[in-house]
């Protein structure tokens, strides 16, 4: 997937990840990456963490689970499974107990500072607050390579239609760096402000991770997407009075502050791995341990279908 690697002024995360294991912030795919790789958008990254999902019960399943996390151990603490982890050596993060875990027989495990850690697909059995193994752990790697997952495709497109003629700049003179950097504090100030966010796939320097400066970051080779929730014509009018590149406006979805209000009101959420806002598609992600469907059918009366979407880090074995 084609990304932007911003100057700093414009490097706003794509989406607002919480995660309760300590691990950073993500890109709006939901799929944890660094932020500052993202295309800008307007949500900042968080500084906080709702509870540890170790000290939070959640929903038992029936029947064999698997997780791919880190699995840990402190010390004589007793090993755990994390499923974010903060980026540091040896690595910091808290999870269920994981019973019946053996470093002895744990293939490839590291160790540092008294600390011993791996990466593993783990199987076993979920009470709703701890992991019991029933089958012996493999490497992440090993796991992946039988359970491959699909490539993701562009997590940041466009929704508008092709223009006649096709995509084109407007006004060259004003679409540099700086009249983006307006564009960006244009588009936060307008009524029903929803999101922002950076389409590259027009530019094929923005796949290469070596690119660098005016190459990855061109602005006359992007298309400047903004939602709002009311007055598409109004807000579009207003950008192209500083902006003059590739322009998306769309009307739809929920307002910045309803998504990242929402977001807070679920941080104590039990169970809670991570949550994160999608201001692309308007949906706050919620993972937690693991959902029978009952916290997704409550989530859907509270909030309205479709607007918090659950997904767990335990799924089926079978």
């Not at 090993?142 to 084109?168: I, L, S």
Request: proline share 8%; glycine share 10%.
């Amino acid at each position: 997937m084609p990304t932007t690697r911003l100057p700093a002024a414009l490097t706003l995360a794509a989406t607002l990840l919480v995660a309760a294991c300590g691990s950073t912030t993500s890109g709006a795919s939901g799929t944890p990456s660094s932020a500052s790789s993202s295309p800008a958008t307007s949500t900042p990254a968080s500084t906080s963490s709702p509870a540890s999902s170790a000290t939070l019960s959640a929903v038992p399943a029936q029947g064999e689970v698997v997780g791919v996390g880190t699995v840990l151990e402190k010390g004589s603490e007793g090993a755990m499974v994390c499923f974010g982890v903060l980026d540091s050596l040896p690595p910091q993060c808290s999870g269920p107990r994981l019973i019946g875990w053996d470093w002895a027989t744990a293939p490839a495990p590291e160790q540092r500072d008294g600390v011993r850690w791996g990466e593993y697909a783990v199987t076993g059995t979920w009470d709703g607050r701890a992991l019991t193994l029933t089958t012996p752990a493999v490497t992440r790697a090993a796991y992946e390579q039988k359970h491959p997952t699909p490539r993701p495709g562009n997590a940041f497109p466009t929704p508008c239609a092709e223009p006649a003629g096709g995509w084109a700049v407007v006004d060259p003179a004003t679409t540099t760096a700086v009249t983006q950097t307006e564009a960006i504090t244009v588009a936060q100030g307008l009524p029903g402000f929803g999101a922002l966010w950076v389409d590259s796939s027009r530019n094929p320097a923005a796949a290469d991770p070596n690119a660098d400066g005016d190459g990855a970051n061109n602005p006359k080779k992007l298309i400047l997407n903004v939602r709002v929730t009311q007055g598409r014509d109004a807000a579009e009018a207003a950008l192209r009075k500083v902006w003059g590149g590739m322009l998306c406006v769309t009307e739809g979805g929920r307002t910045e502050t309803d998504l990242l209000d929402t977001q807070a009101a679920l941080a104590q959420t039990p169970g809670l791995v991570s949550s994160s806002v999608d201001g692309v598609t308007s949906v706050i992600d919620l993972q937690v341990l693991f959902d029978d469907g009952s916290l997704q059918q409550r989530m859907d009366q509270t909030y309205g279908p479709g607007f918090v979407r659950v997904t767990s880090a335990l799924l089926p074995a079978s």
